[in-house]
């Protein structure tokens, strides 16, 4: 609001308007006059009074016409109407047009004074109430654009996320395909020259050791030990392409189970004297409880226990006794293979179990493998609702257990593609 504040004053009668325009300039206020209504309703429509007093009764024309003039141009202006007699239906009149106070003439000049004051008061919060909610709506106007420029990133940054997981799907699906196909398309060639070979092993070795009355022909020799190393890796390149066939069956929710009565302790047994025959550094052993029975599909299973001893030969290069252990457990059964190898430190106990994961430890890396048997283990297991998980203490060597419960329960199936 100006530093001085505008008055304006109307009032037919001259005297009337020269004394209060001199009582208020008094007061510093800038006072303009008038005694004429038809003037006045123009003076408020030209200009911003910060106050109109105005009597209620002029010559030409009624005080209300003013007080409504200055509604309809500056509805902030406060108007004090002034009237001849003190009754109360010239108060509610005056209250009605929206007057915010009225004197009776002739007034006190205290009365006056304090009247205009407190008008001038008002007017000044009234302005500054405005001020303050034109700022708000300011504030207001400012949030919702930023909240709408937020939500329209909002949706740019989703509609990105979405399409760059399309992608990433489409590219898993590329990828668990090719799996797929790769390895069907590598099982079937391996397959035929396994067979060859091994023919070609045997009649090999038979002119070699000289059968049918043919003299032993000693030549040969090197040709069957070459021909033997072809064959045991043929056999290495057929097992990692079934892990491969195992891992896109898993993948495409293709792996289907058997289910039947499983007696632990008995499978241990045949795995372990199986695989006894591939070293001669390793002394396996199997301790067990009698009755180490569930129901589990049998296949699947004896790949986990293959896997594991597998494992714990292959990571313990320096040989050393490695236990299979089975005995009941929670309800379940447990089977545990322990080594004494290279063991596994304590941060890779758990992403072992991830596909493809293979440690950077160069005593692991040294061995033959591409990631993939712990991580169809854990599938098998999971899917009969048991647990896998590894212990070691580093140096030591380590231990696999597996806890099967007596019957599958809800385990997690592989969610398909
Ligand atoms: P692979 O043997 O083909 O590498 P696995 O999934 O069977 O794949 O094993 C994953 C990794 O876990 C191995 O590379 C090795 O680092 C570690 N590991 C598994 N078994 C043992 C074990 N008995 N002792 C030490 N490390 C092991």
Known sequence: MREQPKVLVVDDEESVVVTIKA???LDG????????????????????????LTDLRL????????????????????????TGYASLESAIQALRVGAYDYLVKPSEVEELRSTVARGIERRRLGLELKSRV?????????IVDLNSSLQRRIDE??????????QLKELDRMKSQFLSIASHELKTPITAMSGFLQVALRRVRRMSDGEGGQPPNESLRPVLEQLEVVYRQTGKLARLIDELLDVSRIQTGRIEFRYGDVDLGELADEVAMRMQLTTTTHQIKVKRENGAVVTADRDHIEQVLNNLVTNAIKYSPGGGSIVIAVGRDDGGVRVSVRDQGIGIPEKELESIFGLFYRSPDRAARDQAGMGLGLYISKEIVNRHG???????NGEGGSTFHVALPRVPVGGTPPTPK
């Open 23 to 25: 009582i208020l300039q």
């Open 386 to 392: 048991g647990r896998i998980w590894a212990e070691s």
């Open 134 to 142: 034109v700022e708000l709506e300011r504030a207001n106007k400012e």
């Open 157 to 166: 940054a989703t509609a990105e996320l979405k399409e760059r997981y399309e």
């Open 29 to 52: 206020y800038d006072v303009a006059t008038t005694t004429s209504g038809v003037e006045a309703r123009k003076m408020v429509r030209d200009q911003e009074f910060d106050l109109v």
């Open 59 to 82: 010559e030409d024309g009624d005080g209300l016409e003013v007080l409504r003039a200055v509604r309809e141009h500056f509805p902030e202006t406060v108007t004090i109407m002034l």
